[in-house]
């Protein structure tokens, strides 16, 4: 069963506009999220996770998330984007399963920011 | 601080040879992960560690690959033999997990493995 979805392959946008990058989630109990970019030939970074708490994630690079339950989703925002975001970011869900826990990683969303 | 280290960077064989990968992670780290990614794709867990023990290798394809992690700190990821599917990125990623897993994961830049 599907548990993270990334709906989009690829993101444009321009330089300084703000920037959204979607991931829905589909997992029993409270979920634990988190974004991840990659840059070419290099391992994934960390960016930020939610847990609990506020549903309004801060993390870095001056990304944010926002955990929306009703709508299972976690989308990745950005106020103003730069040239140098340009990246391949996953969405990844914890999902327990026999007494233990997996991380499911999305498929991954390519950002273009054209200057 | 040092991240986490992977070797080699960069691996051509030819098909039905052996292959070995290696992995240190972050120091202190007690949980190690091994992914696959295959172009285009998400990271796929092949393997995770607690320590030194293997505590989710389900989808490890136990007939050709092998891993191990003596001591709990250093770990090796093994193919033999490799086919021509096992050409992807290998990655190894570390964390200070806790039973809840809510930490974050670490990645090593990763192994590019292309089977011939």
């Known amino acids: 069963a599907q548990s993270v979805a990334q709906p989009e392959d690829q993101v444009n946008v321009a330089e300084g506009n703000p920037l959204t990058v979607k991931c829905t989630y589909s997992?029993?109990?409270?979920?634990?999220l988190f974004w991840y970019v990659q840059y070419p030939n290099r391992g994934l970074q960390f960016l930020l996770k939610?847990?609990?708490?506020?549903?309004l994630v801060k993390g870095s690079y001056g990304f944010e998330a926002e955990f929306n339950k009703s709508q299972t989703s976690f989308h990745l925002k950005k106020p103003s984007a730069l040239v140098s975001d340009s990246a391949l970011y996953f969405c990844?869900?914890?999902?327990?399963?026999?007494?233990?826990?997996?991380?499911?990683f999305g498929t991954g969303t390519r950002l273009k920011v054209l200057a | 601080e040092a991240g986490v280290v992977q070797s080699p960077r960069y691996k051509i064989i030819e098909k039905k040879q052996p292959v070995a990968f290696w992995c240190n992670p972050i120091?202190?780290?007690?949980?190690l992960y091994w992914y696959l990614q295959n172009l285009g794709q998400g990271p796929e867990l092949l393997i995770r560690?607690?320590?030194?023990?293997?505590?989710?290798d389900s989808q490890l394809p136990k007939d050709r690959f092998s891993a191990e992690r003596l001591k709990g700190v250093d770990s090796t990821l093994k193919i033999q033999p490799a086919e021509l599917g096992d050409s992807a990125v290998y990655l190894c990623?570390?964390?200070?997990?806790?039973?809840?897993?809510?930490?974050?994961?670490?990645f090593g830049p990763g192994t590019r493995l292309t089977v011939l």
């Open positions: 997992v029993s109990g409270n979920p634990y």
């Open positions: 939610y847990i609990t708490g506020d549903n």
């Open positions: 560690y607690e320590n030194e023990e293997a505590v989710d």
């Open positions: 120091s202190g780290h007690n949980t």
């Open positions: 990844a869900v914890r999902r327990l399963t026999s007494g233990t826990y997996k991380y499911i």
């Open positions: 990623a570390s964390s200070l997990e806790n039973v809840a897993g809510e930490a974050e994961q670490f």
